[in-house]
């Protein structure tokens, strides 16, 4: 398991190369890659800033590995997660998930990213033409999130 909170970009490729080339037993790797929009709610963004709590914000993303990891037969879990000020196109979080097979790997991808949106200290600030404005969190992450709740661990 690796989590890692940092300002610099990833190679989605590589990483995910390196985590299925780590063991043999892997049958399948299912990943997700999140990047900046150039447009929310309706308002061009030009910029947007990602703060944390470090310390907090490793502790959570451990967390919701260690649920995924109890609910799922997977093999291992990747997050990468950049902070700081990034640019419309750039990358934001590299989710990849490891497992024998494909079902419980999509599972566990789609899982760590619920959890991850609404459950790790990370706060958003957009820059739009009217002026700089917090990222408010969403229903649709909370239902999101929600739908886990009915199936058992």
Same mark, same amino acid.
């Given at each position: +398991?690796? *989590?890692?909170?940092?300002?610099? !970009?990833?190679?989605?490729?590589? @990483?995910?190369?390196?985590?299925?080339?780590?063991?043999?037993?892997?049958?399948?790797v299912?990943?997700?890659?999140? %990047?900046?929009? !150039?447009?929310?709610?309706?308002?061009?963004?030009?910029?947007?800033? =990602?703060?944390?709590?470090?310390?907090?914000?490793? &502790?959570? =993303?451990?967390?919701?590995?260690? %649920?995924?990891?109890?609910?799922?037969?997977?093999?291992?879990?990747?997050?990468?997660?950049?902070?700081?000020?990034? %640019?419309?196109?750039?990358?934001? *979080?590299?989710?990849?998930?490891?497992?024998?097979?494909? @079902?419980?790997a999509?599972?566990?991808?789609?899982?760590? +990213?619920?959890? =991850? &949106?609404? @459950?790790?200290?990370?706060? &958003?600030?957009?820059?739009?033409?009217?002026?700089?404005?917090? *990222?408010?969190? &969403?229903?649709?992450?909370?239902?999101?999130?929600?739908?886990?709740?009915?199936?058992?661990?």
């Open positions: +398991m690796t *989590v890692r909170v940092q300002t610099e !970009d990833f190679d989605a490729g590589f @990483e995910i190369n390196r985590l299925r080339k780590a063991r043999r037993d892997v049958g399948a299912v990943s997700f890659v999140g %990047q900046v929009r !150039d447009i929310n709610e309706g308002d061009q963004v030009s910029q947007l800033t =990602l703060e944390h709590y470090p310390g907090m914000t490793e &502790k959570s =993303l451990d967390a919701i590995v260690t %649920q995924a990891k109890s609910r799922w037969n997977i093999i291992d879990v990747l997050i990468i997660h950049r902070v700081g000020t990034l %640019q419309p196109s750039d990358q934001i *979080v590299l989710v990849a998930v490891c497992g024998g097979h494909r @079902e419980e999509f599972a566990a991808c789609a899982f760590v +990213m619920d959890y =991850l &949106k609404t @459950e790790a200290p990370f706060w &958003k600030k957009e820059v739009t033409p009217s002026g700089e404005r917090w *990222v408010e969190a &969403k229903t649709s992450d909370d239902d999101a999130r929600a739908r886990w709740d009915n199936i058992p661990e």
